[in-house]
Protein backbone atom coordinates (compact mmCIF):
# COMPACT_ATOMS: atom_id res chain seq x y z
CA UNK A 1 0.00 0.00 0.00
CA UNK A 2 3.07 2.28 0.86
CA UNK A 3 4.46 1.81 -2.72
CA UNK A 4 1.08 2.55 -4.47
CA UNK A 5 0.98 5.90 -2.78
CA UNK A 6 4.66 6.36 -3.21
CA UNK A 7 3.95 6.29 -7.11
CA UNK A 8 0.79 7.76 -7.22
CA UNK A 9 2.76 10.98 -5.28
CA UNK A 10 5.57 11.06 -7.95
CA UNK A 11 3.04 10.57 -11.22
CA UNK A 12 1.06 13.73 -9.53
CA UNK A 13 4.06 15.61 -9.36
CA UNK A 14 5.67 14.86 -12.60
CA UNK A 15 2.47 15.38 -14.30
CA UNK A 16 1.79 18.88 -12.59
CA UNK A 17 4.83 20.35 -13.23
CA UNK A 18 5.91 20.83 -9.38
CA UNK A 19 8.64 22.20 -8.59
CA UNK A 20 10.44 23.65 -5.37
CA UNK A 21 10.79 27.40 -4.41
CA UNK A 22 14.30 28.35 -6.21
CA UNK A 23 17.13 29.59 -3.40
CA UNK A 24 19.10 32.08 -6.39
CA UNK A 25 17.23 34.45 -8.83
CA UNK A 26 16.51 32.71 -12.11
CA UNK A 27 19.07 33.59 -14.71
CA UNK A 28 18.07 37.23 -16.45
CA UNK A 29 15.36 38.47 -14.00
CA UNK A 30 15.91 41.99 -13.36
CA UNK A 31 14.44 42.60 -10.28
CA UNK A 32 15.35 40.18 -7.21
CA UNK A 33 14.98 41.80 -3.98
CA UNK A 34 16.65 44.16 -1.93
CA UNK A 35 19.45 41.63 -1.55
CA UNK A 36 20.52 42.14 -5.06
CA UNK A 37 18.97 44.86 -6.86
CA UNK A 38 18.07 47.15 -3.55
CA UNK A 39 14.49 48.52 -2.64
CA UNK A 40 11.93 49.85 -5.61
CA UNK A 41 13.78 48.17 -8.05
CA UNK A 42 9.80 47.91 -9.71
CA UNK A 43 9.04 51.43 -10.96
CA UNK A 44 6.06 52.97 -12.97
CA UNK A 45 8.89 54.04 -15.87
CA UNK A 46 10.01 50.19 -15.30
CA UNK A 47 6.76 47.46 -14.00
CA UNK A 48 8.08 44.17 -13.18
CA UNK A 49 6.43 41.13 -14.33
CA UNK A 50 4.75 37.97 -11.86
CA UNK A 51 6.80 36.94 -9.07
CA UNK A 52 9.59 39.79 -9.47
CA UNK A 53 10.12 42.67 -6.48
CA UNK A 54 10.77 44.92 -4.69
CA UNK A 55 7.56 46.53 -5.51
CA UNK A 56 6.59 50.16 -3.44
CA UNK A 57 2.30 49.11 -3.41
CA UNK A 58 -0.22 50.70 -1.74
CA UNK A 59 -0.02 48.46 1.76
CA UNK A 60 3.20 50.22 2.60
CA UNK A 61 1.45 53.17 2.95
CA UNK A 62 2.50 57.05 3.05
CA UNK A 63 3.94 57.97 -0.62
CA UNK A 64 4.13 54.76 -2.87
CA UNK A 65 3.66 54.06 -6.22
CA UNK A 66 -0.34 52.36 -6.42
CA UNK A 67 0.35 49.27 -8.04
CA UNK A 68 1.98 50.98 -11.28
CA UNK A 69 5.00 49.23 -10.56
CA UNK A 70 3.86 46.09 -11.73
CA UNK A 71 2.72 44.88 -15.58
CA UNK A 72 -0.68 45.09 -16.84
CA UNK A 73 -3.23 44.28 -14.42
CA UNK A 74 -0.67 42.64 -11.69
CA UNK A 75 -0.60 44.08 -7.99
CA UNK A 76 2.05 44.77 -5.44
CA UNK A 77 1.59 42.69 -2.71
CA UNK A 78 2.92 42.94 1.02
CA UNK A 79 5.89 40.80 2.24
CA UNK A 80 4.91 38.37 -0.17
CA UNK A 81 7.63 37.55 -1.68
CA UNK A 82 9.53 34.31 -0.27
CA UNK A 83 6.60 32.38 -2.13
CA UNK A 84 8.58 33.24 -4.80
CA UNK A 85 12.15 33.13 -3.95
CA UNK A 86 14.01 32.25 -0.96
CA UNK A 87 16.66 34.27 -1.82
CA UNK A 88 13.80 37.31 -1.15
CA UNK A 89 14.14 39.49 1.85
CA UNK A 90 10.86 38.71 4.21
CA UNK A 91 10.01 42.56 3.61
CA UNK A 92 10.23 42.58 0.15
CA UNK A 93 6.91 42.98 -1.68
CA UNK A 94 6.42 41.62 -5.15
CA UNK A 95 3.89 42.06 -8.06
CA UNK A 96 1.56 39.26 -7.61
CA UNK A 97 -2.18 38.14 -9.33
CA UNK A 98 -5.05 40.68 -8.10
CA UNK A 99 -6.92 37.22 -6.22
CA UNK A 100 -3.68 37.19 -3.92
CA UNK A 101 -3.83 40.70 -2.36
CA UNK A 102 -4.57 40.48 1.63
CA UNK A 103 -7.27 42.39 2.90
CA UNK A 104 -6.39 44.75 5.28
CA UNK A 105 -7.02 43.77 8.86
CA UNK A 106 -8.60 45.67 11.80
CA UNK A 107 -6.06 47.90 14.28
CA UNK A 108 -4.84 46.60 17.27
CA UNK A 109 -5.32 49.43 19.55
CA UNK A 110 -2.75 48.53 22.50
CA UNK A 111 -3.14 49.76 26.18
CA UNK A 112 -2.37 53.57 26.55
CA UNK A 113 -1.45 54.04 22.82
CA UNK A 114 -1.95 56.90 21.46
CA UNK A 115 -3.75 57.70 18.66
CA UNK A 116 -2.66 61.10 17.76
CA UNK A 117 1.01 62.11 17.49
CA UNK A 118 2.32 64.20 20.47
CA UNK A 119 2.50 67.99 19.37
CA UNK A 120 6.29 69.00 18.46
CA UNK A 121 7.21 65.02 17.39
CA UNK A 122 9.24 65.45 14.33
CA UNK A 123 9.28 61.81 12.95
CA UNK A 124 5.51 60.35 13.06
CA UNK A 125 5.72 57.46 10.45
CA UNK A 126 5.27 57.27 6.82
CA UNK A 127 1.57 58.65 7.47
CA UNK A 128 2.73 61.83 8.14
CA UNK A 129 5.27 64.37 6.76
CA UNK A 130 8.69 63.87 5.94
CA UNK A 131 7.21 60.05 5.37
CA UNK A 132 9.59 56.95 5.56
CA UNK A 133 13.36 57.08 7.12
CA UNK A 134 12.55 60.09 9.12
CA UNK A 135 15.24 59.15 10.90
CA UNK A 136 18.52 59.79 9.43
CA UNK A 137 22.76 59.44 11.09
CA UNK A 138 22.44 62.90 10.16
CA UNK A 139 19.66 63.53 12.26
CA UNK A 140 19.12 60.73 14.82
CA UNK A 141 15.57 60.34 16.59
CA UNK A 142 14.72 59.48 20.03
CA UNK A 143 13.19 56.37 21.70
CA UNK A 144 9.19 55.97 20.04
CA UNK A 145 10.22 58.21 16.94
CA UNK A 146 10.50 56.32 13.25
CA UNK A 147 10.54 55.79 10.37
CA UNK A 148 14.07 54.17 11.08
CA UNK A 149 16.03 52.43 8.46
CA UNK A 150 17.22 49.52 10.51
CA UNK A 151 19.48 46.21 9.66
CA UNK A 152 16.10 44.62 10.04
CA UNK A 153 15.13 46.32 6.56
CA UNK A 154 17.62 44.24 4.54
CA UNK A 155 19.63 45.85 2.03
CA UNK A 156 21.40 49.11 1.75
CA UNK A 157 20.40 50.44 5.41
CA UNK A 158 21.69 53.01 8.28
CA UNK A 159 22.14 50.45 10.60
CA UNK A 160 20.57 52.20 14.00
CA UNK A 161 22.57 55.75 13.34
CA UNK A 162 19.55 56.76 13.02
CA UNK A 163 18.64 56.25 16.55
CA UNK A 164 19.97 58.57 18.61
CA UNK A 165 23.02 57.05 21.57
CA UNK A 166 22.35 53.43 22.65
CA UNK A 167 19.11 53.23 21.07
CA UNK A 168 18.47 50.47 18.51
CA UNK A 169 15.83 50.82 15.18
CA UNK A 170 13.44 47.96 15.65
CA UNK A 171 11.40 46.33 13.09
CA UNK A 172 7.71 46.83 12.76
CA UNK A 173 7.75 47.71 16.08
CA UNK A 174 6.21 51.04 16.02
CA UNK A 175 2.58 50.18 17.42
CA UNK A 176 3.68 49.71 20.80
CA UNK A 177 4.39 53.68 20.83
CA UNK A 178 1.57 54.69 18.87
CA UNK A 179 -1.44 54.08 17.00
CA UNK A 180 -0.98 56.51 14.52
CA UNK A 181 2.10 54.47 12.77
CA UNK A 182 1.87 52.36 10.11
CA UNK A 183 2.24 48.74 10.44
CA UNK A 184 5.40 48.30 8.66
CA UNK A 185 7.18 51.46 10.14
CA UNK A 186 10.09 51.15 12.41
CA UNK A 187 10.76 53.31 15.74
CA UNK A 188 13.99 53.43 17.68
CA UNK A 189 13.59 51.74 21.13
CA UNK A 190 16.10 50.48 23.87
CA UNK A 191 18.51 47.50 23.02
CA UNK A 192 16.51 45.13 25.27
CA UNK A 193 13.67 45.80 22.62
CA UNK A 194 14.79 44.10 19.83
CA UNK A 195 20.45 60.48 3.81
CA UNK A 196 17.03 62.84 3.58
CA UNK A 197 13.17 62.66 3.70
CA UNK A 198 11.89 60.34 0.79
CA UNK A 199 9.38 63.15 -0.71
CA UNK A 200 9.04 67.13 0.54
CA UNK A 201 5.98 68.65 0.28
CA UNK A 202 6.38 70.51 -2.39
CA UNK A 203 5.12 68.65 -5.88
CA UNK A 204 2.18 67.54 -4.06
CA UNK A 205 -1.88 68.47 -4.51
CA UNK A 206 -4.25 69.32 -1.95
CA UNK A 207 -5.03 65.76 0.54
CA UNK A 208 -8.59 64.46 -0.35
CA UNK A 209 -11.05 64.87 2.23
CA UNK A 210 -10.55 61.57 5.18
CA UNK A 211 -12.84 58.40 3.66
CA UNK A 212 -15.17 56.92 5.54
CA UNK A 213 -14.18 54.63 8.71
CA UNK A 214 -13.52 50.85 7.70
CA UNK A 215 -15.27 49.50 10.72
CA UNK A 216 -18.98 49.97 11.78
CA UNK A 217 -18.16 49.19 15.37
CA UNK A 218 -15.64 50.05 16.96
CA UNK A 219 -11.81 50.46 15.67
CA UNK A 220 -10.65 51.29 12.35
CA UNK A 221 -8.86 52.54 9.59
CA UNK A 222 -10.16 55.72 7.53
CA UNK A 223 -7.61 57.37 4.79
CA UNK A 224 -7.05 60.29 2.38
CA UNK A 225 -4.87 60.52 -0.10
CA UNK A 226 -3.04 63.17 -2.50
CA UNK A 227 -1.50 62.94 -6.39
CA UNK A 228 1.75 63.82 -7.11
CA UNK A 229 1.61 67.22 -9.36
CA UNK A 230 4.87 67.80 -11.76
CA UNK A 231 7.24 65.88 -14.94
CA UNK A 232 9.11 63.84 -12.26
CA UNK A 233 6.26 61.73 -10.40
CA UNK A 234 6.52 58.09 -10.61
CA UNK A 235 10.32 58.80 -11.04
CA UNK A 236 13.01 58.36 -8.09
CA UNK A 237 12.48 59.84 -5.05
CA UNK A 238 9.29 61.18 -6.41
CA UNK A 239 6.18 58.18 -6.27
CA UNK A 240 2.95 59.03 -7.90
CA UNK A 241 0.70 58.92 -5.02
CA UNK A 242 0.62 59.68 -0.91
CA UNK A 243 -1.60 57.75 1.17
CA UNK A 244 -2.29 59.11 4.73
CA UNK A 245 -3.97 56.97 7.50
CA UNK A 246 -5.73 57.53 10.84
CA UNK A 247 -7.49 55.67 13.37
CA UNK A 248 -10.93 56.21 13.54
CA UNK A 249 -13.58 55.04 16.32
CA UNK A 250 -16.87 54.17 15.15
CA UNK A 251 -19.36 54.79 17.95
CA UNK A 252 -22.24 52.77 16.17
CA UNK A 253 -22.38 49.46 18.18
CA UNK A 254 -25.35 47.59 18.74
CA UNK A 255 -24.74 46.59 22.30
CA UNK A 256 -27.08 43.39 23.37
Known amino acids: MKVLLLLLSVAILSCCGWRSTPSQPPTGQRCSGRNFNGRRCCTPENPCGFGEGDCDGPLDGGANDGHAGCRGNLVCGSNNCKKFGLYYHEKDDCCDDPSALPERPQPVLLPGALLEPPAGQRCRGRNYAPGRRCCT ?34 SNNCAQFGAYYHAKDDCCEKPSGASGPRQQTKGWGQWTQWGPCSASCGAGWKVRTRKCVGSRCGSAGFPAQDKQESICIAPDCNNL
Open 137 to 170: PEDPCGEGEGDCDGAGDGGVNDGDKGCRGALVCG
